[in-house]
């Protein structure tokens, strides 16, 4: 968990995301990572676009004594291993409702850096129409809260 304790905080970045057939967006974007006293901490993200909130998503990040570690949101389940300030995170299966619209995420790689101050976050994805990985999201937090 020591490995991982940069993230803890809560956060606030402005980004903008790309739609692989639409255009691009700007959001602001409220990140909470909390300790939550297990070798886990909670993740709590909630997305807005002119002050509407548009997303969320929430979970938890499983740290394991070997340096492993596991990511788990409500609609994909990643694992990576982090020994440094970068974390990259791949999906491993996705799931979704099914009375979700097309097209549908099949894939989704986040790469989280730490600069010492701020945290950034890149997110790229592929869809039942798009099967290349493609840049969707990209956010650069300032901490607000320790």
Not at 52 to 64: A, L
Not at 70 to 88: M, N, P
Request: charged residues 25%; contains cysteine; proline residues 4%.
């Amino acid at each position: 968990m020591k490995l991982l304790s940069f993230l803890i905080g809560q956060w606030h970045g402005v980004g903008e995301g790309l739609l692989p057939h639409g255009p691009s967006f700007k959001y602001e974007e409220d990140l909470v990572i909390e300790n939550i006293g297990q070798p886990n901490f909670a993740y709590s993200a909630i997305s807005f676009i002119d002050g509407v909130p548009r997303h969320r998503e929430s979970g938890f990040i499983k740290c394991h004594e070997d340096g492993q570690a596991l990511f788990c949101l409500a609609d994909s389940l990643v694992e990576t291993e982090s020994k440094s300030t970068i974390i990259l995170l791949a999906s491993d299966s996705i799931t979704r409702a099914p009375f979700n619209r097309e097209p549908r995420v099949v894939e989704v790689v986040r790469d989280y850096k730490y600069d010492g101050e701020r945290l950034h976050l890149v997110v790229r994805l592929s869809t039942t129409r798009n099967s290349k990985l493609s840049d969707h999201l990209q956010i650069t937090y300032e901490r607000k809260m320790h």
